[in-house]
C-alpha cells in the first residue's frame, strides 16, 4: 500500500536529487568522484503557518514541483516505505531557494 504524507504549517516534503553514480559512457564513478548536490524537487507543502499578531495565514514561499536549493545540514529524513527515494521534511525558512532553468 503506497503512503501518501501531508505537511503540516508551514513544512515542506522534498524528494533530494542524487548524484549520477555512472557516467554518459557507463563508467561506475567511486563516492570520491560524485559531487554532492543540495537540490530537491517539492513533492507536498503544508498550508503555512499563523502569523501570532492578527492569526493570518502566512504565505508558502514554495509550491509543489519547484526546485529547491537545501541547506547542508537539516531536515528530517521520512520514510513512506519506497527504497528509491530519499525524502525530507524541511520547514518553508529553511529552504535556500527556488532554482530556475532557462
Known amino acids: 500500500m503506497a ?16 548524484a ?3 557516467s554518459v559512457g557507463g563508467i561506475i564513478l567511486p563516492e570520491s ?20 499578531q492578527n492569526g493570518d495565514l502566512i504565505p508558502m514561499g514554495v509550491k509543489v514541483g519547484d526546485s529547491v536549493l537545501l541547506p547542508d545540514y537539516g531536515g528530517q529524513k521520512v520514510d513512506l516505505g519506497d527504497k528509491d527515494k530519499e525524502l525530507f521534511l524541511y520547514s518553508d525558512q529553511e529552504i535556500l531557494g527556488v532554482v530556475e532553468s532557462n
Open 33 to 52: 568522484a560524485v559531487s554532492k548536490i543540495n537540490e530537491a524537487k517539492v513533492l507536498a507543502v503544508g498550508p503555512g503557518r499563523r502569523a501570532a
Open 3 to 18: 503512503k501518501r504524507l501531508i505537511p503540516l504549517l508551514d513544512r515542506v516534503l522534498v524528494e533530494k536529487i542524487v
Open 20 to 22: 549520477p553514480t555512472k
